[in-house]
C-alpha cells in the first residue's frame, strides 16, 4: 500500500496569514495519463469531507481560489494565501493512484 | 444535485454482520461516470478506504486487503442503492462508515475525485 505522510500534524493560523501543508508519498503518484493522483479534503468539525484540490493541483468546482495545489513524483502541497475562520477543520491529502486508496493522518488547521 | 444517504444500525454485536445501504439520488449506480465507495474513519485508523463497486459494461467489485475475506458490496439497480457488508465484525471495526461517490472523466477509465460523500454512519462494535 502507498503510505500518506502529511506535516505539521497541527497547524494553528492567524487569520489573514498564509499556510501550508505538506503531503509526502511512499510511491510516485505520477501516472501514465501525466496526472498525478493526489486529492486534498477539508473535513470541517461535525461534517462529511469535502474535495479542495484534484490531481494534485486542480481547484474542485466551487472552493475558493485561495486554495492552491503543487508538487509532483512523491512531494506536495496544499497553500491557503489567506486563511479564514471558515477554513477551520482537519486537511487530508489522498492517493488515487492505485487501490487501495489511502489517506493522510491528518492536519488540523485552527485559528490563533 | 447528487445525493447519498445512508442507513443501517448503530450498534452491532461481536462476530455478527455490518450491514449499511447507501441510497443514491442524482445519479444512476450504473453510471459509466462514477464509482461507488465505501470509506470508513475512526480515531485509531483515520480514513480508511474499505472498497468499490463500478460498473463499466459489467459491474467491478475492487476491496481493501486488510478486510477482503469479510466484506461485500453489492449495487442494487432496481432501488438504485449499494450496500455494505462487513461480516465478523470485533470492536475495532468500530468506525463512522460513509459512502461516497468517485467522480470520472468521460471515458469512465480514470477516476478525478470524490465530489458526493453520505452523512456518515457511527457504528459501534460491543455487546
Known amino acids: 500500500d502507498i503510505v500518506m505522510t502529511q506535516s505539521p500534524l497541527s497547524l494553528p493560523v492567524t487569520p489573514g496569514e498564509p499556510a501550508s501543508i505538506s503531503c509526502r508519498s511512499s510511491?510516485?503518484?505520477?501516472?501514465?495519463?501525466?496526472?498525478?493522483?493526489l486529492d486534498w479534503y477539508l473535513q470541517k468539525p461535525g461534517q462529511s469531507p469535502q474535495v479542495l484540490i484534484y490531481l494534485g493541483s486542480n481547484r474542485a468546482p466551487g472552493v475558493s481560489d485561495r486554495f492552491s495545489g503543487s508538487g509532483s513524483g512523491t512531494d506536495f502541497t496544499l497553500k491557503i494565501s489567506r486563511v479564514e475562520s471558515e477554513d477551520v477543520g482537519v486537511y487530508y491529502c489522498?492517493?488515487?493512484?492505485?487501490?487501495?486508496?489511502?489517506f493522510g493522518q491528518g492536519t488540523k488547521l485552527e485559528i490563533k | 444535485q447528487v445525493q447519498l444517504q445512508q442507513s443501517g444500525p448503530g450498534l452491532v454485536k461481536p462476530s455478527q454482520t455490518l450491514s449499511l445501504t447507501c441510497a443514491i439520488s442524482g445519479d444512476t449506480v450504473s453510471s459509466n461516470t462514477a464509482g461507488w465507495n465505501w470509506i470508513r474513519q475512526s480515531p485509531s485508523r483515520g480514513l480508511e478506504w474499505l472498497g468499490r463497486?463500478?460498473?463499466?459494461?459489467?459491474?467491478?467489485?475492487e476491496y481493501a486487503v486488510s478486510v477482503k475475506s469479510r466484506i461485500n458490496m453489492n449495487p442494487d439497480t432496481s432501488k438504485n442503492q449499494i450496500s455494505l457488508q462487513l461480516n465478523s465484525v470485533t470492536p475495532e471495526d468500530t468506525a463512522v462508515y460513509y459512502c461516497?461517490?468517485?467522480?470520472?472523466?468521460?471515458?469512465?477509465?480514470?477516476?478525478?475525485?470524490?465530489?458526493?460523500w453520505g452523512q456518515g454512519i457511527l457504528v459501534t462494535v460491543s455487546s
Open positions: 510511491q510516485s503518484l505520477l501516472h501514465s495519463t501525466g496526472f498525478h493522483y
Open positions: 463497486t463500478y460498473y463499466r459494461s459489467k459491474w467491478y467489485n
Open positions: 461516497a461517490r468517485h467522480y470520472y472523466e468521460s471515458s469512465g477509465s480514470y477516476p478525478q475525485y470524490f465530489d458526493y
Open positions: 489522498m492517493q488515487a493512484r492505485q487501490a487501495p486508496y489511502t
